[in-house]
């Protein structure tokens, strides 16, 4: 009688498994056989299959690059801010919420890349103060020593956002060149005679195509 009852269990212990291990991870697909791991591309169905962690990725191949990370931001010098917070820095820190604002007019900043790149267009970002005081007029140069200047671009009469913590439009350099070295000379407020000049970034661009 005990082995009857000991036979009978092992029966259904065997049919207990077997159900268990159709319902948990079958993977069976009567189209084909594909096997694929974390760096396999091999598909035996014919298929393509590609890793993503190896696949290329276009993107980074064609499109805009901002240039602001390419600068060697300990050479950038140019007219003092108001205070020690509001300096010239500040417009490549990539954050609206800082200005560069100077007692006046006239003013300048220049800087050095950490190699020679391309940019193809520019655009300013306002700041949280008065629009009158917003780069009206200005020429941005390169140079490939810092010392002789090519100029790139110039603007005059320009209008940007009046509203606070917005981009401008972007302006576009006819015949872009590589340099090391860049320098923007502010000429021009909004309202000239406000002895006051500011806004809150200055982003720069490459443009790769593929």
């Known amino acids: 009688m005990k082995k009857i009852i000991s036979l009978i269990l092992a029966a259904m212990l065997v049919l207990a498994t077997s159900a268990m291990l159709n319902s948990c991870g079958d993977n069976t697909d009567d189209g084909g056989d594909t096997t694929t791991t974390a ?3 091999t598909d035996t169905t014919g298929a393509t299959v590609t890793d ?11 499109g805009d690059i901002d240039l602001q990370p390419k600068m060697d931001i300990s050479t950038v010098s140019g007219t003092p801010g108001a205070n020690e917070t509001e300096g010239p820095t500040n417009i490549f820190d990539g954050d609206s919420s800082t200005k560069w604002c100077a007692l006046q007019e006239g003013v300048s900043v ?3 890349m950490i190699e020679p790149v ?6 300013f970002t306002t ?3 008065a629009p009158e005081r917003n780069p009206a007029s200005w020429v941005f140069y390169g140079s490939v020593d810092g010392a002789n200047w090519v100029e790139l ?3 005059e009469g320009a209008t940007l956002p009046t509203d606070f913590f917005t981009d ?3 302006f576009e350099i006819e015949n872009p060149q590589t340099f090391e070295y860049y320098k923007l000379e502010i000429t021009e407020v909004a ?3 406000t002895e006051v000049t500011q806004f809150s970034e200055f982003n720069f661009y490459q443009t790769v195509e593929k």
């Not at 993503?52 to 064609?62: F, K, R, Y």
Request: no cysteine.
């Open 39 to 41: 760096n396999d591309t």
């Open 52 to 62: 993503p962690a190896t696949e290329e990725n276009d993107e980074t191949l064609a």
């Open 110 to 112: 220049e800087w050095k």
């Open 118 to 123: 391309t940019v193809n267009y520019y655009y």
């Open 127 to 129: 700041a949280n103060d």
């Open 153 to 155: 671009d110039k603007v």
């Open 168 to 170: 401008s439009e972007k």
């Open 191 to 193: 309202v000239p005679g």
